[in-house]
C-alpha cells in the first residue's frame, strides 16, 4: 500500500508574507512637525494609507475604541491602510509628532500594500531616537503635502524604521538593543568629574548608572567594543586636546585639571595615546 502525501497548508506562513523591503518603493506625503494646540486631539477614524507617527515631544494616548494605550516621546503610531485609531494629548504636556502617510510600491511602482503580518498592532514603543531622529529630519524637508519618492539615504533610513518597529514586538533588533545600551549609559557618558579631581571608578559609575559593576561593564563592551577604563581613558584624553588647543594652560595646569597628580603621567600616558607628546601636539597644532 503506497503511503499517502502528507497534506500542505493552503495558507501561507505569518513569516511567508513578509515583505522584502529592499525591492519596494516608497511615496511620501509630508505632513510636517507639529506642536498641537491646547485640547487638541484626533478623532477616532479609519485611515486609508499608510501612516507612521512618530511622537517627538510631550505625551498623550493612542485610542483604539475600546481601550488607550499611553504615547511617550520616541513611541511610534504605524497604521495601515483602513485602520481604525485616534490620538488624544495630554493636557499638561502638549504633543510634538511627526506624521508621514506613505504609499507601497513595488519596484516598477505599481501600488502594494505591507500585510498586516507584518507587525502585531499599531502601538510600537520604539525608542531609537537617533535614527528616527535623522529620519524624521530628512523627509520633513520635503515640500509638505507634495508626494515624493524616497531614494538613497532617506529610503535605507525608512526601511530601517520599519524593520526596527516590527523587530520591536520580538526583542530582537540590534538597533534598539543599541539604542537601550546607549541610553542606560548615559549618565556615565555624560559625568564630567569637576576640574583637578579623579576620575571616577567603574564602580562609582556604574552606581551613577544604577547598575551593578558587572552589568556595566557588559554595557560599555556592547556599545563602545572596550573596557570602562579604555573609553574613560580615551574620554579624558580628548578633553586634554581640547585644553591644549584652546587654553592658556600650561601642561602642569592641564594635567592637575583631568585629575593627574604627577605631570609626567599625563604626558606618558598622553603620548602613549595620540602618538606625540602634549607640547608637541601642541605646537603642530597651532
Partial sequence: MSRAAPRTSRHPSAASCVPDLDALAFRFVIAGSVKCGRGWQ?????HPQHRLLVVRGGSGELLLGDHALPLRRGHIVFGLPGERYGIRQDQQKRLVYSIVRFEVCTAVRKPTALPRAFRPNLYSKVKCFPLLEELMLRLT????????WANGLSASLFRSALWLIREDHHSGDNLQAWNITHESLRPALHYEPPPGEREPSTKE????????SSTFTRRMHARFGA???????????????????????KIDAIAADLGYK??????????????????AFRTSDR
Wanted: hydrophobic content about 35%.
Fill in 42 to 46: 484626533m478623532p477616532l477614524e479609519r
Fill in 141 to 148: 524637508n520635503a515640500v509638505p503635502t507634495v508626494p515624493c
Fill in 205 to 212: 559609575l556604574a552606581r551613577l548608572c544604577g547598575m551593578s
Fill in 227 to 249: 573596557s570602562p577604563k579604555k573609553v574613560l581613558l580615551q574620554k579624558r584624553m580628548e578633553r586634554a586636546k581640547i585644553l591644549l588647543l584652546e587654553s592658556p594652560y
Fill in 262 to 279: 604627577e605631570p609626567g603621567h599625563f604626558t606618558r600616558q598622553f603620548k602613549k595615546w595620540v602618538g606625540v607628546s602634549p607640547s
